[in-house]
């Protein structure tokens, strides 16, 4: 059975005793409910182990799911813990502000309990994610130690903090939820670190990992004027997700990242490792009347950037 912690509310007491029975068929036994907000934000204080994943309606008398989600994200733990929103079909229409509010996933009512599978077996992966990025952050932040755990070049975790940077996994599902007229009007851009394999093979994994944390600082600064969000795919690649309106330049971009880092070549080369080296793909873009899938859009976006070459490796690293 899973280990996950939940915290569920929601003010219809039918619906508690329906959901705790859907969990705990499909294996997740240790659920908190609340039939309110302020009885949730009673227990967040009172809790000496934080919840893993939290399932908020949007709609209850009082405060609602969206301002919860929204003070459950002021909440420095809480900050990237995964949030599904419950909504009736009715009240569908208030979820993008429940993105906006910091939520990371929604399902509607009534249950789907194949729906309602899929969605937490994607949190509890997410979560999974989360944990060993924290682990090497901690370990970044430490200088009296070298890290214990085993980093993989491939591993798509979340490589510094900052509101802009989200993991690759929350990144592919949000753009799950949109439907093809909202997802037309964004734009996918890789950008890959061409040495990374190098600096990977040069540095113990905190200092990887600080060397990517540089990089995505230097990639968010020359992205300033643009709304953005980024993830690190793993293998040195990032993606972006912004307007498609934004029509960024391929070449302009790369030359501003990479004059970003240059200003740090002495910093690179006193740690022996090289100067990052990035490479820019074309946005990639969906059509209106032709179906993409999320999968297909990120795909495309990393083989534009990283060449066919690797696009064996790095499909079956994102399956």
Not at 204 to 219: E, F, K, L, R
Not at 249 to 275: G, H, M, N, W, Y
Request: aromatic share 8%.
């Amino acid at each position: 059975m899973s280990g996950l912690r939940f915290l569920a509310v929601d003010d219809d007491p039918v619906f508690r005793l329906l959901l705790q029975g859907y969990m705990r068929r499909n294996g997740y036994d240790n659920l908190v409910i609340a039939e309110s907000a302020a009885r949730a934000l009673a227990l967040l204080t009172r809790q000496s182990q934080p919840f893993d994943c939290f399932l908020l309606d949007i709609e209850m008398p009082g405060m609602d799911g969206i301002e919860l989600c929204r003070q459950i994200r002021a909440v420095p733990v809480y900050r990237h813990t995964p949030i599904i929103m419950i909504t009736s079909m009715a009240a569908k229409k208030f979820v993008e502000q429940a993105f906006a509010a910091g939520a990371t996933d929604y399902f509607t009512k009534p249950i789907d309990e194949i729906e309602l599978s899929a969605r937490l077996g994607m949190m509890a992966r997410l979560v999974s994610e989360q944990g060993r990025a924290s682990a090497f952050q901690l370990e970044l932040e430490s200088w009296s130690d070298l890290p214990k755990r085993q980093l993989d070049f491939g591993d798509p975790i979340a490589v510094g903090r900052a509101d802009w940077m989200v993991e690759f996994m929350a990144l592919e599902n949000q753009l799950l939820t949109f439907g093809r007229l909202k997802l037309h009007n964004y734009a996918a851009i890789a950008i890959q670190v061409v040495n990374a394999a190098q600096a990977f093979a040069a540095a113990d994994h905190v200092g990887y990992m600080d060397y990517m944390a540089n990089v995505a600082a230097a990639i968010a600064d020359a992205l300033k004027t643009h709304p953005f969000v980024l993830a690190h795919a793993g293998h040195g690649d990032f993606v972006c997700v912004t307007d498609r309106e934004a029509n960024l330049d391929r070449e302009e971009l790369t030359s501003t990242i990479a004059a970003s880092l240059l200003k740090f070549e002495d910093v690179f080369q006193t740690l022996a490792l090289p100067l990052p080296a990035v490479h820019v793909g074309l946005p990639q873009t969906t059509g209106i009347f032709k179906q993409t899938s999320v999968a297909s859009l990120l795909e495309r976006a990393l083989r534009s950037a990283c060449g066919d070459q690797m696009e064996g490796q790095r499909l079956r690293a994102l399956a």
